[in-house]
């Protein structure tokens, strides 16, 4: 599997846009960009995806450079509740790799105040 | 939806003790997944179901562990006997086929075995 790395700590004011960087030059063709954070105490939860288009929803925004060795997470409007740590995960999403994510240390965004 | 629903939340046993942990996945998910979070190893797999049937199983750290799901509402994991370095935060996890599919994690279960 592709391995990823990501700073291991960020700051941010709230109501700021918060962009998390992660590079993962050794990812291969087939495998999608992950975006997973754990709120302190609690279970992962899933943020974003995407394999080679920039991707949008209501959480967050991901951009992933054209040759796909970096991605950039950005939540627009970070609040005191986007305090987390965040994971990029770089995995496939065919065959035995289905879910088997490979979490890595994180990076621990703090917003505040 | 409920959610993944995991109980206990914790769990405080002695060491030597059988440890069961109990997972009801998301309804119409037809993955479900063991994962365990220390602060030494992060989180890491154990094991994972496809449609009730163990696909890999090839994390989970010694025949003291085994996992079962004899129905697709049900799974659980036991640790029989138990040792203080079993003790972690384990969370199951249920995702639906399709390409790119997202886990939703259940809330966990602190083990501490003393």
């Known amino acids: 599997d592709a391995k990823t790395t990501q700073p291991t700590s960020m700051d941010c004011a709230e109501g700021r846009a918060a962009n998390l960087p992660c590079n993962h030059s050794?990812?291969?063709?087939?495998?999608?960009v992950y975006w997973y954070r754990q709120i302190h105490s609690q279970g992962p939860q899933y943020i974003i995806h995407?394999?080679?288009n920039n991707e949008t929803n209501e959480m967050a925004s991901l951009i992933i450079t054209e040759d796909r060795k970096s991605s950039t997470l950005i939540l627009p409007h970070a609040t005191l509740r986007d305090t987390a740590v965040y994971y990029c995960?770089?995995?496939?999403?065919?065959?035995?790799?289905?879910?088997?994510?490979?979490f890595g240390q994180g990076t621990i965004l703090t917003v505040h105040p | 939806d409920a959610g993944v629903i995991q109980s206990p939340r914790h769990e405080v046993t002695e060491m030597g003790q059988e440890v069961t942990l109990r997972c009801k996945p998301i309804?119409?998910?037809?993955?479900l997944f063991w994962y365990r979070q220390t602060m030494m190893r992060g989180l890491e797999l154990l094991i994972y179901f496809n449609n009730n049937v163990p696909i890999d199983d090839s994390g989970m750290p010694e025949d003291r562990f085994s996992a079962k799901m004899p129905n697709a509402s049900f799974s659980t994991l036991k640790i029989q006997p138990s040792e203080p370095r079993d003790s972690a935060v384990y969370f199951c996890?249920?995702?639906?086929?399709?390409?790119?599919?997202?886990?939703?994690f259940g809330e966990g279960s602190r083990l501490t075995v003393l």
């Open positions: 995960i770089v995995q496939g999403a065919g065959g035995t790799s289905y879910g088997k994510l490979t």
């Open positions: 050794t990812i291969s063709g087939n495998e999608y």
């Open positions: 996890a249920s995702s639906p086929r399709r390409a790119g599919g997202e886990l939703f």
């Open positions: 309804s119409g998910h037809d993955y």
């Open positions: 995407g394999l080679k």
